[in-house]
């Protein structure tokens, strides 16, 4: 079996770190010290306009990889909040772009792993780019293999798929 890019970090030392609902990993503009791997829980990393709108640009669930996109920079791009009660693996930024540096394996991992995530991205910006909620919750439905979340969280996919909560719930009780 192929090791994954977060296979190869078994190696480094990290910290690990339980957060509460709400808890703010990082912000927009902080400066990019630590690469994250969700052990357990649910970030978002969020993108926030001026006008307060948010737009989710990843659900980061257990074993996914989380702030990657910000290794080669000095700033992240967007913020990570905790949706739940969450446990993280923390590395320091500087040891992953070593390994990333040493090793052309790892390296190899990682283009391989942020070609899965741009996917995923281009997929999220299919999906907002839709007319109808009808379409865009379709297309997330099937993107998601039907797994809706619980009814309190609702909102949240609303905000994924960039329509108003209001929307959403018309669009859910048409459908019933």
Not at 142 to 154: L, S, T
């Amino acid at each position: 079996m192929t090791k994954t890019f977060l296979d190869y970090l078994t190696g480094l030392n990290f910290v690990l770190k339980t957060v509460s609902k709400g808890a703010l990993i990082f912000e927009r503009d902080d400066p990019v010290r630590s690469f994250f791997q969700v052990e357990s829980g649910l970030v978002h990393l969020v993108r926030r306009q001026e006008d307060g709108v948010e737009f989710i640009l990843q659900r980061a669930l257990s074993g996914d990889a989380l702030g990657e996109a910000s290794l080669s920079t000095q700033n992240y791009h967007c913020s990570a909040v905790a949706m739940g009660a969450t446990r993280l693996r923390i590395y320091q930024a500087s040891h992953v772009n070593d390994l990333l540096a040493r090793n052309i394996e790892v390296a190899h991992a990682f283009v391989h792993h942020l070609g899965v995530e741009l996917r995923h991205a281009r997929l999220r910006a299919e999906i907002v780019s839709l007319r109808r909620v009808a379409d865009r919750l379709d297309a997330w439905l099937v993107w998601h293999k039907n797994d809706m979340p619980e009814k309190g969280e609702w909102h949240r996919v609303a905000a994924e798929i960039g329509v108003s909560p209001e929307a959403f719930y018309r669009e859910l009780a048409r459908r019933r």
